[in-house]
C-alpha cells in the first residue's frame, strides 16, 4: 500500500511556518494537486473538503529573476510583499521584481502576455472578460477569497440584496470585479442588474460621499476602502462575496505569461508554490501581514489585520478545482452579459487556466 500523503493545506502551512529551513528538492518535482473534477455540474466543495497530494517543493539550481506585478492599492494582494519581505520567493531561488501596476486589466494582461512583466496578481471577475479575448496569460492558481462588499446606510429599509430592485447602486466603474459580482449576486436571487437597478459610476473614494448625500442608494467597494468606510460611516453591509456559497470561492488569481510557462516552467512553478506558502503564512499570522502592507494602505495595521482575518487566505485553489470555480464564474458571467453567450464556460476555464502543481 503506498504511503499516505499529508494535505496540500498541512504542507504549505509547514513550508510557511518552517520558511527557508523546510526541506526541498531540485528542479523538476512538483507540489499541491487538487483531485477535484473540472465538471461543472459537480458542486463546489468548502476548502477542508477538499483532497490534495504533495510533492516537493521547487528550488532552482540557479537564481532566476521575475517581475510580478499586482495593484498596491488592494489588500487583497498583501502576499506578494509578504512573499518578498518575509523571504518565499528567495527560498525557492526566485529574484522577484514587484511592479505596483495601477493601468487598465487590458493594459496589465497584455503587459503579462508581452514579457514586459512575467506574472501578475489581480480579480477573476475583473480578468474572466478579457482574457476571453486569448491573451497569452494562463491562471495558474487562486489565492484567497473576500473582499468585496455592497453597503447602505441604515435607517433607510435596505437591509439585504432584495431590497435593491429600482434602486442606485454606486460602482467605481462598470467592469470593475464587485460590479460584477453583485450583478452574478442579484440575478441570482431574480433581480435583473440590466434592467431592475441602476448603475452609477463614482471615483472609489467618493462612493460613501454620495451616499450620504442620497445621490446613490448603496455602494459596492473592495477592501480597504469598503471596510474603512463601513467603520468609519456606520454603514449597514448587504452582502460580501463570503455570502452563502461564495463563502468558497477564490476572487483573487495569479496569472503567468504563457512564454514563461513555454520556456522556463520550473521558475514558474517556484512562482506559483512561493506565493501559495506566503498565503499560508498570512492565515497564521494576520498581524505581522498587516504590518508588512500597512505602507502601501491608509489605514491602521489592526484595521488591516481584521480584515484579513475575514478573508479566505487559506483558499487557494488548483488544478481541477481552480478549473471548476473558473467555470462557475464564467457560467454566472453568461447570465448577466459579460461573457458571451456562445462561451462553453468548461472550455474557457480549461483553456485560461494551467495546471503547475499537479
Not at 230 to 244: C, I, M, P, Q, T
Request: aromatic share 6%; net charge neutral; with cysteine.
Amino acid at each position: 500500500m503506498p504511503p499516505v500523503l499529508p494535505g496540500r493545506r498541512t504542507l504549505l502551512r509547514a513550508a510557511a511556518i518552517s520558511g527557508a529551513t523546510l526541506p526541498v528538492l531540485a528542479i523538476g518535482n512538483r507540489g499541491f494537486a487538487s483531485s477535484r473534477p473540472a465538471d461543472l455540474s459537480a458542486p463546489l466543495l468548502a476548502p477542508e473538503i477538499c483532497r490534495a497530494s504533495f510533492k516537493a517543493p521547487v528550488v532552482l539550481a540557479e537564481k532566476r529573476a521575475l517581475k510580478l506585478s499586482f495593484n498596491a492599492n488592494a489588500v487583497c494582494t498583501v502576499g506578494v510583499p509578504v512573499a518578498k519581505e518575509k523571504g518565499f520567493f528567495a527560498k525557492h531561488n526566485l529574484d522577484v521584481e514587484l511592479v505596483n501596476f495601477a493601468g487598465s486589466t487590458d493594459q496589465l494582461l497584455e503587459a503579462i502576455a508581452t514579457g514586459k512583466s512575467d506574472a501578475g496578481v489581480g480579480m477573476a471577475l475583473r480578468w474572466l472578460k478579457p482574457l476571453e479575448g486569448g491573451f497569452d496569460v494562463k491562471i495558474a492558481s487562486g489565492i484567497h477569497g473576500g473582499c468585496l462588499r455592497l453597503f447602505a446606510r441604515p435607517g433607510t429599509g435596505i437591509t439585504s440584496p432584495a431590497d435593491l430592485r429600482g434602486k442606485r447602486i454606486g460602482v467605481s466603474d462598470l467592469t470593475a470585479p464587485d460590479h460584477n459580482f453583485f450583478a452574478i449576486l442579484l440575478k441570482g436571487i431574480g433581480i435583473d442588474p440590466n434592467r431592475d437597478v441602476e448603475w452609477t459610476v463614482f471615483a472609489a473614494d467618493i462612493l460613501p460621499v454620495a451616499l450620504q448625500k442620497g445621490e446613490i442608494d448603496a455602494f459596492s467597494l473592495s477592501d480597504p476602502l469598503g471596510w474603512i468606510a463601513r467603520d468609519r460611516d456606520g454603514l449597514v453591509e448587504l452582502a460580501s462575496n463570503l455570502s452563502g456559497e461564495y463563502a468558497h470561492r477564490t476572487c483573487c488569481v495569479l496569472g503567468l505569461r504563457g512564454s514563461l510557462l513555454r520556456q522556463d516552467r520550473d521558475a514558474a512553478t517556484a512562482l506559483v508554490q512561493a506565493l501559495l506558502e506566503a498565503q499560508e503564512w498570512i492565515t497564521l499570522n494576520p498581524d505581522g501581514a498587516a504590518a508588512v502592507y500597512a505602507p502601501y494602505a491608509k489605514a491602521k495595521p489592526e484595521q488591516l489585520a481584521a480584515m484579513l482575518r475575514s478573508h479566505t487566505h487559506a483558499h487557494h485553489p488548483l488544478g481541477a478545482e481552480l478549473r471548476a470555480e473558473i467555470a462557475a464564474y464564467a457560467a454566472e458571467l453568461k447570465t448577466v452579459g459579460v461573457i458571451k453567450p456562445s462561451t462553453d464556460p468548461v472550455r474557457y476555464a480549461e483553456r485560461v487556466t494551467v495546471d503547475l502543481l499537479a
